[in-house]
């Protein structure tokens, strides 16, 4: 489970909620600073169990840079609310509902998209759907196809856990389950300013819908490999990842990279979750990548 280093927003960000076509969406939304030259907006897609919060240190560096950051609750995610069908969370579903939030960005020209582990599945199939409606995108620690057989057998004991338990007993079950963190990492709810947002991941967690998590984690089990498909958009692709990863080992994400053609980013000292593990490293990576596909207008 993805760990923020907080829930509190920068003072950048407005957390509001999104109307699109296909209904509403919690985002938290960054905007840089008055007298900033502004480079463009990024739309950013949380992975499994996460959220927008997960995004929430990068919003500030990014918006310094010049850049707007969405980042977006999908259906049945946190504080989106979605109804109780699985059918509502087939991956088409969900990539429309993206294109249906870029839309309603109302911007002058077409966002970067980035996405997070099964946020960046979702992400390659809106872009498979209307490559012309985003300026790039980036898959971050998000692989060619599906996870791997370990993290296939926790997404299917969750499945199963949860068509027989409430959100409150998986919770204390997986809580049970959690190694103590590191001495040396902020990790277990424990903030860097020294507070604690144990109860915030509590409250995230029994927001989420069950059946968006039972059917998003079985469409990460059985993607296929579309990398070909999206290798032959014309769309400008980054491909970001820590230095380890347990869920897509890194040399099938450079192996991904390649054959994408895509810039390639390895992000040191970072796992799973760059974007919360070496959020200022990621920002950067972030930032750098799409200035050199060059800025959209002048703030």
């Known amino acids: 489970m993805s760990r923020p280093p907080t829930f509190t927003p920068p003072p950048c960000a407005t957390a509001r909620v999104l109307h699109t076509a296909r209904g509403d969406f919690a ?10 030259r502004v480079r463009g907006t990024a739309l950013l897609l949380p992975g499994f169990t996460g959220s927008k919060e997960d995004f929430i240190a990068l919003l500030e560096p990014l918006a310094t840079a010049g850049y707007r950051a969405v980042a977006v609750d999908g259906r049945g995610q946190y504080e989106s609310p979605g109804p109780d069908d699985q059918a509502a969370y087939a991956q088409a579903e969900l990539a429309r509902d993206v294109l249906a939030q870029t839309a309603a960005l109302a911007e002058p020209a077409p966002p970067h998209l980035v996405g997070h582990s099964l946020g960046g599945q979702i992400a390659r199939a809106a872009v498979l759907l209307d490559p012309a409606a985003f300026a790039s995108l ?32 998986v919770w204390q079950a997986m809580q049970a389950m959690e190694p103590p ?7 277990g709810g424990a903030r860097a300013d020294g507070g604690d947002d144990s109860a915030a991941l509590r409250t995230r967690w029994l927001r989420h819908n069950p059946a968006q998590l039972i059917a998003t984690g079985g469409q990460l089990s059985v993607e296929p490999d579309r990398v070909a498909e999206l290798a032959a958009t014309a769309l400008p692709k980054h491909v970001v990842s820590g230095e380890r990863d347990d869920t897509w080992p890194v040399p099938l994400l450079d192996d991904m990279a390649r054959r994408l053609r895509a810039h390639r980013t390895v992000i040191d000292g970072a796992e799973h979750s760059p ?14 990548f799409w200035d050199g596909l060059g800025g959209r207008r002048d703030g």
């Open 181 to 187: 963190p590191p001495e040396d990492t902020d990790t």
């Open 27 to 36: 985002v938290l939304d960054a905007l840089p600073p008055d007298g900033t």
């Open 138 to 169: 980036t898959l971050m620690s998000s692989g060619p196809a599906a996870i791997t057989p370990a993290q296939q057998a926790r997404a299917k004991m969750l499945a199963d856990a949860l068509a027989v338990l409430s959100m409150e007993e």
């Open 275 to 288: 974007n919360t593990d070496r959020p200022k490293e990621t920002a950067a990576a972030l930032a750098g």
